[in-house]
Antibody
């Protein structure tokens, strides 16, 4: 069960920090990767980052300089930081579980709005 | 990067119709393709993976096909609950993945 916090409102240049709580059973499994995906009406679904409990991280090259994703196994959490937020980063952000390449479990999504 | 191009972006249909959505990959992705359904205000739901394997619980009126660079999702006998948006996703580069732009199926 992936849970994300409540909607967020940020100003341009601020840093977004999101944390997703996941089950202790799933997060200790080597079978799963954990992803952050965002969605806008203009660009649709955009992959942001994927992490594994063993520390492997993969970031979208177009966002790489501004993003950092991580897994906290002991805390049963997956986290995302995006620095220097702009209006174009306004989106619904999802945490998601990847199994064998597919998202088999999605969080409910959190609306992040960037506005001055 | 592998680009995924879906078409059409919008399709108008009626209950009982057959609808086909296509997804094209910018390079050969074998069968590493999934389809998702998304309803307004909800997260996407996995329908098909490995191009043609229905996820557990998905009605058999959904059918995926294709390999390489051309894929399709066909919905037979369209039901009221099928009016939604559909997205394809490639996993050839997994763990990084990428999505198509989406197709909205509307009445």
């Amino acid at each position: 069960h992936l849970q994300e916090p409540d909607p967020r409102l940020l100003k341009p240049s601020e840093t977004l920090s999101l944390t997703c709580s996941v089950s202790s059973v799933a997060i200790t499994s080597d079978s799963y990767y954990w992803a952050w995906i965002r969605q806008t009406p203009e660009k649709g679904l955009e992959w942001i980052a994927t992490v594994h409990r063993d520390g492997r991280r993969y970031h979208n090259p177009s966002l790489q300089s501004r993003i950092s994703a991580s897994v906290d196994v002991s805390g049963n959490q997956v986290s995302l930081k995006v620095t220097s937020m702009t209006i174009t980063d306004t989106a619904i952000y999802y945490c998601a579980r990847l199994y064998l390449g597919w998202v088999d479990n999605w969080g409910q999504g959190i609306l992040v709005t960037v506005s001055s | 990067d592998i680009q995924m191009t879906q078409s059409p972006s919008f399709v108008s249909a009626s209950v009982g119709d057959t609808v086909t959505i296509t997804c094209r990959a910018s390079q050969d992705i074998n069968k590493w393709l999934a389809w998702y359904q998304q309803k307004p205000g909800k997260a996407p739901r996995l329908l098909v993976h490995d191009a043609s394997t229905l996820q557990s619980g998905v009605p058999s009126r959904f059918s995926g096909s294709g390999s390489g660079t051309h894929f399709s999702l066909t919905i037979y006998n369209l039901q009221p609950e099928d009016f939604a948006s559909y997205f394809c996703q490639q996993a050839h580069t997994y763990p990084p993945v990428s999505f198509g732009g989406g197709t909205k199926v509307d009445i």
